[in-house]
C-alpha cells in the first residue's frame, strides 16, 4: 500500500495488514463451507510435522557431524550436515508423510 500511494511512513502497517487479509478470507471462506475443515487441518498437520522432521534431521545432522568430523570452518559443517540431512530426508519423506497421514485420518471424526 505505501507503494501506491508514495507514503513510507506507513510501511510497517504491510506485514498486519496482510495477516489481517489472510484471517479475513479463511474465516469467510470456513463460516460458508467453501472447503472441508478436516482436509485442510489434515494437511495442515502433514505438512507442519514433515517441516518439523525435516529441521529436526537437519540439527541433529549438523551436531553429530560437528562432533564426529574434525572440520575447519562452521560452514563446511553447515555443508556436510546439509548433504546429510537432504540424503535422510529424500528416504523418509515419503514415508512419514503416508504415516502422518494415516495418523491424522484416525484421529478425525
Known sequence: MP???GDFRW???DT???ILLLMTL???????HFFDVQVVVRATVVYAGL??????VYRL??????????LGSPSEHAFAATALASAIN?????LVRRWLERAVDRMGP
Open 51 to 56: 517441516t518439523t522432521l525435516a529441521l529436526e
Open 26 to 32: 479463511g474465516a469467510a471462506i470456513f463460516s460458508h
Open 16 to 18: 498486519p495488514s496482510t
Open 3 to 5: 507503494y501506491w500511494i
Open 11 to 13: 510501511i510497517h502497517l
Open 61 to 70: 545432522a549438523l551436531n553429530f557431524l560437528a562432533r564426529l568430523l574434525l
Open 90 to 94: 529424500a528416504f523418509t519423506q515419503e
